[in-house]
């Protein structure tokens, strides 16, 4: 059983950094198609960025592009998101996902993805 564990959420004014680390267990990132998502409240959940397995890339939302950038460390069986310029716009529940067999076109879908993380709140606010 995969299971997902966020961590590195907090409160930066704007401008700020903040790390985000996803620790995945009962499987290896490596395997699987890794992705953030993050919802704000009354908006529906949207796509930040995500890295395919087996090295296949690391894609990027247009509203991120340039300021976060997603890594994985396979010895530790952690995907990171490192978080820079932050605003005020980027406050959301950040959630980790994992797939298996994510097709590429299906990137950004969050349907594509079977095991969520229970997130973590990441707050831009001076």
């Known amino acids: 059983q995969v299971r997902l564990v966020e961590s590195g959420g907090g409160l930066v004014q704007p401008g700020g950094s903040l790390r985000l680390s996803c620790a995945v267990t009962?499987?290896?990132?490596?395997?699987?198609?890794v992705a953030w998502f993050r919802q704000a409240p009354g908006k529906e959940r949207e796509y930040v960025s995500a890295i395919r397995r087996f090295g296949g890339g690391t894609y990027y939302a247009d509203s991120v592009k340039g300021r976060f950038t997603i890594s994985r460390d396979n010895a530790k069986n952690t995907v990171t998101l490192q978080m820079n310029m932050l605003t005020p716009e980027d406050t959301a529940v950040y959630y980790c996902?994992?797939?298996?067999?994510?097709?590429?076109?299906?990137?950004?879908?969050?349907?594509?993805?079977?095991?969520w993380g229970q997130g973590t709140q990441v707050t831009v606010s001076s």
């Open positions: 009962g499987g290896s990132p490596r395997t699987y198609t």
């Open positions: 996902a994992a797939g298996e067999g994510v097709i590429l076109s299906s990137t950004a879908d969050d349907r594509a993805y079977a095991y």
